[in-house]
C-alpha cells in the first residue's frame, strides 16, 4: 500500500491531534545547540535553563549539564497547531511520532490513523479530568509526571472513599492510554 507524503500526513493526523505537544507524550522539550534561546523565549517559550558554569554556551548545553528546555503543554501550541511554526525548536523539526511514520510508510491507513488518534485524544481527556477531580488542576507537566504528584499526595495523605474510587479509573486510564503511546506513538512504531 502506498502511504501519503510527509506533508500530507501531517495535514491528515497532526491537524487534529498535537498530543507530541500538550504533555500528552513529553513532559518537556529539549533545546539543541543550534537553538536559540532568548529567541524562543522572545517568542514565548518559558526556557528552564541549566545553572550556568564557566563553559557553558547561551545556557544550552555545557560539561555535563542537562541541556535547556521548556516544559509542555507548550506555551505555542493553539489547539493542534504550533504558532511558531516556522521558528520551532530543532526537536520539534525533526520528531515524526511512529504513527505518522507508519502511515507514510503505508503500513496503516490514513482513516485508520485518524481512529487512533481520536481514541488516544479521548483517553488523555478521561485522565485530564480525573487528574482535576483529584485537585491536579493546574495542567503543568506532562501528563505521567502529573498522574505520579497524585500518586505521591495519596500516598501521603489517604485517600477519601470517593477519592480512593477515581484514583482507580485515573490508574486504569493511565495504563490504557500509556498501551496506547507504546503501541502506536512513540517513534519505532512499525505497524507490522
Ligand atoms: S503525535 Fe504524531 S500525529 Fe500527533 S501531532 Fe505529533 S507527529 Fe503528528
Ligand atoms: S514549539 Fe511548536 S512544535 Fe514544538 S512543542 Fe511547541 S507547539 Fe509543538
Same mark, same amino acid.
Given at each position: 500500500m502506498k502511504g501519503p507524503t510527509v506533508k500530507q500526513a501531517?495535514?491528515?493526523?497532526? %491537524?487534529? &491531534?498535537?498530543?507530541?505537544?500538550? @504533555?500528552? #507524550?513529553?513532559?518537556? *522539550?529539549?533545546? /539543541?545547540e543550534s537553538d536559540d534561546p532568548e529567541r524562543l523565549e522572545a517568542l514565548g517559550l518559558p526556557v528552564?535553563?541549566?545553572?550556568?558554569?564557566v563553559g557553558s554556551v547561551k545556557g544550552t548545553q555545557g560539561g555535563g549539564q542537562s541541556p535547556a528546555k521548556f516544559p509542555q503543554p507548550c506555551a505555542a501550541l493553539a489547539g493542534c497547531k504550533c504558532r511558531i511554526y516556522r521558528?520551532?525548536? %530543532?526537536? &520539534?523539526?525533526?520528531?515524526?511520532? @511512529?504513527? #505518522?511514520?507508519?502511515? *507514510?510508510?503505508? /503500513?496503516?491507513t490514513v482513516p485508520k490513523a485518524q481512529e487512533i488518534i481520536g481514541r488516544t485524544l479521548g483517553k488523555a481527556d478521561a485522565v485530564r479530568g480525573l487528574l482535576e477531580?483529584?485537585?491536579?488542576?493546574?495542567?503543568r507537566g506532562g501528563l505521567g509526571h502529573r498522574f505520579r504528584r497524585v500518586c505521591r499526595r495519596l500516598e501521603r495523605d489517604g485517600a477519601s472513599g470517593r477519592d480512593g474510587a477515581r484514583f482507580g479509573r485515573l490508574t486504569r486510564g493511565m495504563h490504557a492510554l500509556n498501551l496506547m503511546l507504546g503501541d502506536y506513538f512513540y517513534p519505532g512504531y512499525r505497524y507490522d
Open positions: 501531517i495535514a491528515a493526523l497532526c %491537524a487534529q &491531534c498535537g498530543i507530541c505537544c500538550d @504533555g500528552t #507524550l513529553f513532559k518537556d *522539550v529539549q533545546l /539543541r528552564v535553563r541549566p545553572r550556568v558554569r521558528e520551532r525548536p %530543532a526537536h &520539534c523539526r525533526e520528531f515524526e511520532c @511512529g504513527l #505518522l511514520l507508519a502511515c *507514510v510508510a503505508g /503500513r496503516v477531580q483529584l485537585g491536579n488542576v493546574e495542567g
